[in-house]
């Protein structure tokens, strides 16, 4: 979803740090309101990228009598290695935005109690990934995918590439921009993609063909998109010379969206022939001060309230199957048929060879 889940929103609109977003009353954590309305808050740690509207915030305080309190902690895998540091004594009470690419870091190390959302029958069973035990609630799906600039290709009569084999072609070269899966949930993403195409034996071949073909590194999705990325608001104004960069299936409404004035058509399109499908989750921290607030915050989660918000908030697909999706989101957005995907057994026993071959391939 770093955002995103990422994920794109984050850098373009949402506020970054420490957001308190108070529905009704005095925001007080004590319990107590003039009047007899109780208010209490709950604290929600995730990703840079998280963003929901005010009003829907508020429903869910008018719901519950829950404040909710955003804390940002950066990049999703910052996020989560943040979380794992402060486990037992957590910053917070629910965690959004750990996806399929890290859930067995978060899983391996403790980090959830298990917690049956109420809701779970709207939501496909091939996103439940911890069906079992319920450490973790799926929320959103997003696809990493490769984003061209458009202007870029058409004033070159060129034809943006469509999949993996077309970006290590010569008329590719030096125009490839990526992010490092060490530091970057989409990054990585891009990498387990890789891996899912070409296989055990064949991605550290095909990384051998894009770094002689000039792709460039850099630590984060914000780096990569709105500095190094031609077709972005962001890299417009840096001048920026890569026109094809990994973002996110859904980052074309994004350019639509926050346009003054906004076009017709969006000026970047996705290759779908390179994306990698990941799902974000949520979970109550183990240690959370507030338990049944968490426990009612991610009921909410996956509520159909803020799951029909998320597409125009955090430009990720919701995962209930009721929810319905923007006009905004639908047309200037793709839909990826045949995503690369990896089973999560499969990540967790080899994501961290898989970084480290990477690096002494790539960055060396």
Known sequence: ???????????????????????????????????????????????????????????????????????????????????????????????????????????????????????????????????????VTPVDTGDVCVNYDKKYFADRKLAPPQDFDDLAAPAYKDLLVVENPERSSPGLGFLLGTAARYGDDGWQGYWKKLKANGVKVVDSWELAYNQEFSGSAGGKQAKADRPLVVSYASSPPVEVLYAEPRPKEAPTGVATGTCFRQTEFAGLLTGAKNPDGGKALIDFLIGKKFQEDMPLQMFVNPVAGDAVLPELFTRHGVTVDKPQTVAPDKIAKNRDQWIQTWSSLVLK
Do not use: W
Not at 128 to 135: A, P, V
């Open 1 to 135: 979803m770093s955002t995103t889940r990422k994920i794109t929103v984050g850098a373009l609109a949402a506020a970054l740090g420490v957001t308190t977003l108070t529905a009704c009353g005095d925001g007080s954590d004590d319990g107590s309101a003039s009047g007899g309305t109780t208010s209490k808050t709950v604290t929600l740690v995730s990703h840079d990228s998280f963003n929901a509207s005010d009003a829907v915030l508020k429903e869910f305080t008018r719901q519950t009598g829950y404040t909710v309190k955003v804390l940002k902690s950066g990049d999703a895998g910052e996020a989560v290695n943040k979380a794992v540091l402060t486990k037992g004594a957590p910053q917070g009470d629910v965690f959004f935005g750990v996806d399929n690419t890290l859930l067995s870091r978060a899983l391996d190390n403790g980090l959830f109690e298990p917690y049956e959302a109420k809701g779970l029958d709207r939501i496909p069973a091939a996103v439940q990934l911890d069906r079992e035990k319920h450490r």
